[in-house]
């Protein structure tokens, strides 16, 4: 099976579409100021949360202004957005391969694609936009550290969604002291990364956003939740399933408390039950809509 990324973070969507917490969601919508928004999304892949607040109406006049510091993910984003307006009844100006307007009679996003690291980005003080997203994003930075900087990218509003909490299942068992073992040691891989990460980062945002000078205007779970319907995944969340236990395979494949072999038949056996239709996987996480100063 080829693991291409941006074919991950298309897979996502589905998920991400019902994970995420719709009374965040409505807080968000009453709270935002009147259009037109300027927006900043961090680490936002492909361009994926924009199309969503397009499809669900959350927006429609605003300046988007996305970072990430995949090249890949960047480019996919430049040629995806595009594509995904026209068959959304929207079209497109391109002044730029980075700078698109995506617009009908009712919308108009003047879209920027920014591949930067985010602290690199910050550094250069852009001008604070209204709105501030993190998405699938914020449990993979060095914390509490890099909440002040990130929060100096926004005048107001915060969304900061789908922070893990410490639960990552799946089930049915294949072993149950093997299968919480490598729940343990896949936790702990995130929360030792050289680059930053937690894997219980929703529960210690109340902590961090606090002693970052934000208030907390809504929280709620958005967990994310895999499972067959009729023996089928929908949409392409079979494809994610193969995705996440590919994470488990980079991340635990050379663990010195996993035996090579051992871990392999674990893989192997949670693959065969995505191909059977079988496998349930959830995953714990935590929503915020935080307002600053
Ligand atoms: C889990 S993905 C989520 C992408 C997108 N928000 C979504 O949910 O579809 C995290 C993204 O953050 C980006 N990223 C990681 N570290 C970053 C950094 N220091 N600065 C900017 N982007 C970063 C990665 O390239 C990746 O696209």
Do not use: C
């Not at 959350?58 to 990430?68: F, G, H, M, R, W």
């Not at 960047?74 to 307006?85: H, N, V």
């Not at 930067?116 to 936009?129: H, K, M, R, S, W």
């Not at 040691?185 to 210690?204: A, I, Q």
């Amino acid at each position: 099976m080829e693991y291409s990324f941006p074919h991950y973070l298309l897979s996502k969507q589905s998920v991400d579409d019902r994970a995420l917490n719709k009374d965040v969601l409505a807080a968000l919508t009453a709270s935002l100021p009147e259009e037109p928004l300027t927006i900043t999304e961090v680490g936002g892949g492909i361009g994926t949360m924009l199309a969503r607040l397009l499809r669900w109406e959350v927006i429609s006049q605003a300046e988007y202004t996305l970072v990430d510091e995949s090249d890949e993910t960047i480019r996919f984003a430049s040629s995806w957005l595009p594509g995904w307006a026209g068959e959304n009844g929207l079209e497109t100006e391109e002044s730029d391969p980075n700078e698109l307007r995506i617009f009908d009679s009712r919308r108009d996003v003047r879209v920027k694609l920014v591949r930067a690291d985010i602290f690199d980005f910050i550094a250069q003080q852009p001008e604070p936009a209204d709105l501030l997203i993190a998405h699938s994003f914020l449990d993979l930075l060095p914390m509490p550290e890099s909440l002040p900087k990130l929060l100096s990218l926004t005048k107001n509003l915060a969304w900061l969604t789908l922070n893990l909490d410490g639960v990552t299942a799946l089930e049915p068992v294949v072993n149950a002291d093997l299968d919480t073992r490598i729940e343990r040691l896949y936790h702990e891989t995130m929360d030792t990364r050289p680059s930053g990460g937690d894997s219980l980062s929703g529960r210690h945002l109340f902590g961090h956003l606090k002693q970052a000078g934000a208030e907390i205007e809504m929280a709620g779970a958005s967990d994310w939740v895999v499972y067959p319907v009729n023996g089928a995944y929908p949409a392409d969340e079979a494809y994610f399933l193969k995705f996440i236990l590919h994470f488990f395979e980079e991340s635990l494949g050379n663990h010195p408390e996993l035996d090579p072999a051992v871990f392999a038949d674990w893989l192997g056996k949670r693959s065969q039950q995505v191909e059977r239709g079988e496998l349930v996987y959830i995953a714990h996480q935590i929503d915020f809509l935080a307002r600053i100063g």
